[in-house]
């Protein structure tokens, strides 16, 4: 009866024994008044600093599709972070020596760690295919190529061009091109070819002394490697303490599409090539 009536037994008083609800309370009993609606909330309206404390700098188109991207990654991709640790005390003997042995001219060259460490990747992607992938509604399409995007700073914003079939580069072809790239990137003139695609991306902030971070996902893929600063830290050797380089390295993952045991054997593997160099000609 109560329920027809639309009323709450815990608002009616009962007359029967011990206080209990019979039922000529329920029919006697009138339905209380719903409730008022609550207001729909408003969104406050952005405050602006004081008049000529500040100086507006309009959005580029360039701008506002980053920060379309990194939110929709940020909201809609649900990322996990791996981190290890990586010895680069090889790996900068290794540069050293390779760049003592540059000719003079054309056909110079001049190895950076970063280069080092697209090559690293995209062997370690050799190695685990399934961290070469992306997520769709439908399906996990994992990439048959080793397409690596470069993340490159300039004055517009972020831009990540690509170094293709990577994989099958050497360290000056790699070094050459991420130099191309990074210019072309600075200077305005990338083609859309030049960054459409890719399915990692390496984002290298250690030239700026930046420790250890971890980055937001470029949209569809499933994986980015934030790179640090190396820097000499107390390591054992041996069981003996020594001091050593030592490199942090965040890898942010999509879950959906990459599964934490992937990732860690992807870093696993990376790092691998990282602290052994010379596995890199192989």
């Not at 009866?1 to 009138?30: C, F, Q, T, Y």
């Not at 809609?76 to 290890?84: G, I, M, R, S």
């Not at 050799?126 to 996990?140: E, F, R």
């Not at 090539?273 to 596995?279: G, I, K, N, Q, R």
Request: with cysteine; glycine share 8%.
């Amino acid at each position: 009866i109560a329920k027809d009536k639309g009323l709450d037994l815990n608002a009616i008083s009962g007359s029967g024994p011990h206080g209990r609800i019979v039922k000529r309370d329920v029919e006697n009993a009138k339905p209380s008044a719903a409730p008022a609606a609550a207001p729909r909330g408003t969104a406050a309206p952005l405050t602006l600093p004081a008049s000529g404390s500040y100086t507006e700098i309009p959005h580029s188109q360039m701008r506002k599709i980053i920060a379309t991207r990194l939110q929709e990654s940020k909201q809609t991709v649900p990322h996990f972070y791996l981190t290890a640790e990586c010895r680069i005390d090889k790996l900068l003997a290794m540069r050293a020596a390779m760049n003592a042995a540059s000719p003079e001219g054309d056909g110079a060259w001049k190895i950076s760690v970063n280069d080092f460490v697209v090559k690293a990747v995209a062997k370690a992607l050799v190695d685990v295919p399934a961290a070469n992938a992306m997520w769709t509604d439908t399906a996990i399409l994992q990439f048959n190529t080793v397409d690596i995007s470069v993340a490159v700073a300039t004055p517009n914003g972020l831009i990540t061009p690509i170094v293709r079939y990577a994989d099958t580069k050497g360290l000056a072809a790699i070094s050459a091109e991420v130099k191309g790239l990074a210019k072309r990137a600075r200077d305005g003139k990338l083609m859309p070819e030049d960054y459409t695609g890719g399915g990692f991306t390496i984002s290298n902030l250690g030239m700026y002394g930046v420790k250890d971070f971890a980055a937001i996902i470029n949209p569809p893929q499933s994986c980015i490697l934030a790179v640090g600063a190396g820097e000499q830290r107390p390591v054992v050797e041996d069981g003996q303490l020594a001091v050593g380089t030592v490199m942090n390295c965040t890898l942010s993952v999509d879950h959906r599409s990459v599964d934490g045991a992937v990732g860690a054997q992807f870093l696993a593997q990376f790092k691998r090539y990282v602290e052994e160099p010379a596995l890199l000609a192989l």
